[in-house]
């Protein structure tokens, strides 16, 4: 059959390849859009607008006819979920029944599109379009802020933005002339994609594809393209080359980005968003700090400081205090470029593997280890658990590995002598990391032993100045940590030493037996025999290293060195005036750092300086770059005007230029696909060859065209599309019907299928008198079975890792403001083919299992509401139970229950009544189920028997479709 086809295809050949070329461009969507005229049907009455004529001339064409038009209360419910994405209340239901006048509908449909529900309806299609979510994806899914962008999403559908300014304002919002915040607000579209921070991954690789899933979305949401088939190679049905994929790809890549960011939430570029009041509060910071900053500048400070410096090395550290470092001092090792003991001990180190190299440390040289480098300093420090000893030292530890500082362990199986080491590393920023510090004193492990560890990670990246003392009890609380000079708070992790710990092994810097070894710098190690005071520490800390910048045993004095050592002067050595100023200066910076933190950002696009050169990548790997190219777009389509800047904004307005033969018509598609199921073509996501031809061709190109005439307006396309006939029809299907179109696809009926996911929810929590209607603001957290993040969670030293419920109001909001973690999104709404947006969805999954059926009985969420809906119906719907069933029914579909339905409706009011006044326990857990309280005024037993009738209601088959 294949053969047979390629034969009848003309048997193409690469040698033909060219003309293949020819034929893809001429594919009817590669084409501008031409208005058609209108066409004249035989049934002249049926159509309200030009929408009916299309529909009605295939229609009679295949021999068909229209449906009646479905009752009022089936039409108000379709276009109010269909307008706003929640179910019209009974007074609606009714005042719209009472409204006789010929355009009561439109009149209807003109109040939902200018409600505020609105916007958050279409907004919904949206989010899985621009793959929104509340963290990052990747393995470590942390959270991240997004929700500002999609509360501008929101506001850009209620204020009626013509089409072709959204797609400008989210593609290069940033780029336009004097942007306003809003503006680059909407450039979020493009940064919504995952981020990744993992240790051990590569930048250049994640910035590739960060760049690549902008490609991808914006071609398929702009275009309806699958793009991202050229990455490797020329795409292998549409005429796009692997070269134009990254002309393409060159317009995204000139974002300010690092390849691995956001371990502390937003990654940059970013745009803060301060309150009104944070916003006058920094800048009567920021003016403090100018007006310090100008008291303290170098031309006040420094002639001070030139008159200090020349008598300060004697000052720093006098004779009495030099004289008290050297106490019961048993080994010291400078590390100034060798790894001699100056104690006098002559305990002199030797290295044992590797190539140790020397560089400027913090009290003139120190000596770094690349962890393959061991140096030993023999049987220094010998201490026993009696023995009192104290250890300094300056160390900055590399920032990607679990490391053993130095260690003097046997290796026995015992492991007695001690160690410290960092351990449970995290990410702290791009490349950096922190871990705790810990100290063992060991006799035989793990059953004899003490250990010490810091309750905050230390920072890898930066130098610290470390000191432990033990006071010889053997106890873990006779050892002290102190950081910079000052005590720092540690945890006891064991204490139950019982034996020796002097061992004869070498104490050793850069090994580890079991591990990783030691990759840093290391400076001024130094051992002793007593404990040392705090006062000596301080001076261990914050006064030797000025000792040595000032004696210039370093070298010429770099620029780090020269800050140190103002901070130093204005700290300790100079007037109390300007030390005060100093002191003020840096709590006003502390303010600034932490208002900083606490101002709300949003990720938006920002242009770098100096472009970043673009190749194209051989096989798509970012490491086998090939061509340099330019930012361009496809040959097959429209060519971008001579002269005109090739950046992001030349692109956003390429796109909605009226000659773009793909922008209007993808757009219109999905709205048809939103209001009838399927688009007109029903590939919305791929209008390329591979792609479904419409199934109405003119009546497409009619809509784009008339988009585009009435200046993208969307409002007035929404309006045209529900005020259709065609889209007023009844969804009954008779077999006929059924068997030559079973996807409605003519539309000789109207539209039926499950409601989406959200819409699903947001009606158990409208029916019940439960949902929150507020618009917009921080992402909340509704019920979803316990331990689920948890299962997923890389670590407890990153966010979005522990899942804790909302409370009170925003239990109830509406599902779009769910918390989306990519790695776990929100279940319930999964279950109803929900994606997880880790890339960009134009067509969303529809099914039919169990499962679903399970959920809208056991969730939490649903057996709540099925509560709230019975407490609606026994307070508001009378006082039979048949005018309470009517309501509740009422309610949940918008119309009154068949006399059949009400029978067994009834009877199973009965049955469960008669069980719940047997099994009060059994009433009373099932009223107790969510956080909504009961009403007292219900009997239990009452309660809880129509609370299983309203649970069978939302269950059934029309509460969560669209008829």
Known sequence: ASLRRWIDEGAPWPDSASNESAKLEKHWAYTTPVSPAVPATKDTKWPRNPIDNFILARLEREGLKPSLEADKATLLRRITYDLTGLPPTVAEIDSFLADNSPDAYEKRVDQLLNSPRYGERMAMQWLDLSRYADTHGYHIDSHRDMWPWRDWVINAFNRNLPYDRFTVEQLAGDLLPNATLDQKIASAFNRNHMINFEGGAIPEEYQTEYVVDRVETTSAVWMGMTMGCARCHNHKYDPITQKEFYRFFAFFNTV??????????????????????????????????????????????????????????????????????????????????????????????????????????????????????????????????????????????????????????????????????????????????AAYLTIRLISHWPDSAIQIRTKKRLALGDWHHIVLTYDGTGKAAGLKLYLNGKPHDAEIVQDNLSGPVQTTAELQIGNKQTGKSFKGQIDDLRLYDRTLAEAEIEQLAVHYPIQSI?????????KEEGERLREYFLTHA??????????????????????????????????????????????GDYRNKTEKVSAGVPAFLPSISKGEPLNRLTLAKWLVDPGHPLTARVAVNRYWQMYFGHGIVKTSEDFGTRGETPVHPALLDWLATEFIRTKWDVRAMQRLIVTSAAYRQISVVSPKLLEKDPENRLLARGPRFRLPAEMIRDNALAASGLLNAKVGGPSVFPYQP????????????????????????????????????????????????????????????????????????????????????????????????????????????????????ARVLRGLLHQQLAHYRRDKKAANELLHVGDAPNDPKFDTAELAAWTTVASAILNLDETITKE
Not at 293 to 301: N, R
Not at 580 to 607: C, F, P, R, T, Y
Request: one cysteine or more; hydrophobic letters at 35%.
């Open 574 to 619: 100079a007037s109390e005036s300007l030390t005060k100023q100093h002191a003020e200066l840096k709590a006003l910076k502390k303010q600034k750092e932490e208002l900083d933190k606490s101002i709300l950002s949003v990720m938006v696009m920002g242009e770098l300086e100096k472009p970043r050169e673009t190749f194209v990548l051989a096989r």
């Open 786 to 901: 316990k331990g689920l993040w948890e299962e997923m969670a890389f670590g407890d030293g990153f966010t979005a890792q522990t899942y804790t419920p909302s409370t009170g109001r925003d239990l109830y909001r509406r599902s779009m403001y769910t918390f989306w973690k990519r790695t776990v999104p929100p279940p319930q709404l999964v279950t109803f083919d929900a994606p997880d947006r880790e890339k960009c969805t134009v067509r969303r999954a529809l099914t039919n299992t169990p499962l679903q059926a399970l959920v809208l009985m056991n969730d939490p969420t649903y057996v709540e509401a099925a509560r709230g809906l019975a407490e609606r119906a026994l307070g508001e719907g009378g006082k039979d139970p048949s005018s309470r069933i009517s309501y509740a029914f009422r309610l949940a579909t918008a119309r009154k229950p068949s006399v059949e339905e």
């Open 256 to 433: 300010a980005e690092e390849g691995l960011d956001g371990r502390a939430g937003n990654a940059k570029p970013l745009m803060p968003l301060p309150s009104a009041e944070q916003k006058m509060r920094l800048e009567e910071l920021v003016a403090a700090i100018k007006v310090k900053e100008t008291q303290l500048s170098d031309k006040e400070v420094g002639p001070v400081q030139e008159t200090w410096e020349k008598t300060a090395l004697d000052k720093v550290i006098l004779g009495t205090a030099a004289a008290a470092h050297r106490k019961n001092l048993t080994a010291h090792y400078e590390l100034d470029g060798n790894f001699s003991d100056i104690s006098g001990g002559y305990q002199h180190g030797r290295t044992l593997k590797g190539d140790p190299t020397f560089g400027n440390g913090q009290v003139g040289k120190a000596v770094s280890f690349d962890g393959g480098t061991h140096v030993t300093f023999g049987n220094t420090g010998a201490f026993d658990r009696a023995d009192k000893f104290s250890m300094a030292v300056w160390l900055k530890g590399n920032s990607n590995t679990p490391i053993t500082l130095f260690q003097k362990i046997e290796n026995t199986e015992t492991r007695r002598g001690y160690e410290m080491l960092f351990d449970d590393l995290e990410l702290i920023g791009i490349q950096k990391r």
């Open 550 to 558: 000032l004696s210039g045993v370093s070298g010429k004095r770099t």
